[in-house]
């Protein structure tokens, strides 16, 4: 089974700062990957998602980017952070092939920009 | 497209008693569907899904859900609530078509355990 490890757990950074957060996955080849963002009191919104190496969608026009320099391993990243990009951060993987389409999430990073 | 309604963002049952949380879906397409459990501060844990084999699905922590295609629902059901059970519960629809498999999600419903 497939394993999601994001880091770090949480972060505190200033309005204008860069951000780097990091998701890395076990258990599986060639996933599609995800970045959600969950708002306080909101539901999970889909930032980006990544079928394979350096092939990144953006669902929502935004101050992010995501990359995925390796077959397991997915980024997601700000040159300037914003108040409004505070947020519980969340990975998933859907292993192709499984043909159910279900995801599997990491234990999320709270952002917090002040 | 796909989307997923819940009804009621907030749930509050007594101990022991039955758990009801309401989905219902919309898909052009034959649905996969799927409730997660999330804990404070943590990520989402799947529960249970529906792959269009049985309409029945059982699921992990004693919870259970019924497709029913004609009142588009997808409700979650446990016979009797834990204090452990609290938590936000999210439904969400797949998207089936292309590469990409999305997931829909609804805006989640919380769930109050009372002694």
């Known amino acids: 089974s497939q394993t999601i490890h994001q880091w770090p757990a949480t972060l505190v950074q200033p309005v204008g700062s860069p951000l780097s957060l990091e998701c890395t996955v076990e258990g599986t080849s060639n996933p599609n990957l995800y970045w959600y963002r969950q708002a306080a009191g909101r539901g999970l919104q889909l930032l980006f998602y990544s079928v394979g190496i350096g092939q990144i969608s953006s669902e929502v026009p935004q101050n992010l980017s995501a990359s995925r320099p390796q077959d397991r391993q997915f980024i997601l990243s700000s040159k300037k952070l914003l108040l409004s990009d505070s947020g519980f951060y969340l990975c998933?993987?859907?292993?192709?092939?499984?043909?159910?389409?279900?995801?599997?999430f990491g234990p999320g990073t709270r952002l917090t920009v002040t | 497209a796909q989307s997923v309604t819940q009804l009621g963002s907030h749930v509050s049952v007594s101990e022991g008693a039955l758990v009801l949380l309401r989905c219902n879906y919309s898909?052009?397409?034959?649905?996969?569907l799927f409730w997660y459990v999330q804990y404070p501060n943590q990520g989402l844990q799947l529960l249970l899904k529906y792959t269009s084999a049985a309409t029945l699905v059982k699921g992990i922590n004693g919870f259970e859900a019924e497709f029913k295609k004609s009142e588009t629902s997808f409700h979650l059901t446990k016979p009797s609530a834990h204090m452990s059970d609290a938590a936000e519960y999210f439904c969400?629809?797949?998207?089936?078509?292309?590469?990409?498999?999305?997931?829909?999600f609804g805006t989640g419903t919380r769930l109050q355990v009372t002694l």
């Open positions: 969400a629809v797949s998207d089936r078509t292309g590469t990409a498999s999305k997931l829909t």
């Open positions: 898909s052009s397409v034959p649905p996969y």
């Open positions: 998933a993987c859907r292993g192709k092939g499984t043909g159910s389409y279900e995801q599997y």
